[in-house]
């Protein structure tokens, strides 16, 4: 059974780099089969699609936030990560990562970031 | 960006009635090459993150309860669970995967 699981910090201050990561267990992050995504919900935002990465490297991003994000993949350690620059308090959310082919399943446990100096 | 809509925005149902929720794309999610839909539904508990119940608009994931079920054209969806136990409370979302970027609906909250 596939799981996914977030870390990173909970705290970034505005304008700095927001990073997590999201490791992969009980499958393969190099598999063809699927989207590894990442996921934010908010009050104000709702669910919200930030991007996804393909086994082979490709991405896809949300166009909203494509000047910010970049999304990479770590066969070796079989996760993938999130980079959010110049963040700022209306990036605070929950963070989850999920596995995709159409719709999303499973997703991780989320992790909450909130953007406060 | 496709626009999904969902109504209501909350429901409160008796244990043991039907509750349907609905959702509307702004373009038909009807791809001609697969002819399905590309409509999903999830559930979300307090403190949990979705869990998707229906893909292709009418596919149960594997697990899912048979109470339910999904339905709709190519722009009009339902999401219908039929004899509601204490555990379907939750937010319900639906979501495209029609087009990039995948989007959702605003949910919709179902209390007893």
């Known amino acids: 059974q596939v799981q996914l699981q977030e870390s990173g910090p909970g705290l970034v201050k505005p304008s700095e780099t927001l990073s997590l990561t999201c490791t992969v267990s009980?499958?393969?992050?190099?598999?063809?089969?699927?989207?590894w995504s990442w996921i934010r919900q908010s009050p104000g935002r709702g669910l919200e699609w930030i991007g996804y990465?393909?086994?082979?490297?490709?991405?896809n991003y949300n166009p909203s936030l494509k000047s910010r994000v970049t999304i990479s993949i770590d066969m070796s350690k079989n996760q993938f990560s999130l980079n959010l620059t110049s963040v700022t308090a209306a990036d605070t959310a929950i963070y989850y990562c999920?596995?995709?082919?159409?719709?999303?399943?499973?997703w991780g446990q989320g992790t909450l970031v909130t953007v406060s100096s | 960006d496709i626009v999904m809509t969902q109504s209501p925005d909350s429901l409160a149902v008796s244990l043991g009635e039907r509750a349907t929720i609905y959702c509307k794309s702004s373009?038909?999610?009807?791809?001609?090459?697969?002819?399905?839909?590309?409509l999903a539904w999830y559930q979300q508990k307090p403190g949990q993150p979705p869990k998707l119940l229906i893909y292709?608009?009418?596919t149960r994931e594997s697990g899912v309860p048979d109470r339910f079920s999904g339905s709709g054209s190519e722009t009009d969806f339902s999401l219908t669970i039929s004899g509601l136990q204490a555990e379907d409370v939750a937010v319900y979302y639906c979501?495209?995967?029609?087009?990039?970027?995948?989007?959702f609906g605003q949910g919709t909250k179902l209390e007893i």
């Open positions: 292709w608009a009418y």
């Open positions: 009980g499958g393969s992050v190099n598999s063809g089969r699927y989207y």
């Open positions: 990465i393909y086994y082979s490297g490709s991405t």
């Open positions: 979501q495209q995967y029609y087009d990039v970027p995948p989007t």
């Open positions: 373009q038909s999610l009807l791809y001609l090459s697969n002819n399905k839909k590309h």
């Open positions: 999920a596995r995709g082919r159409g719709g999303f399943d499973p």
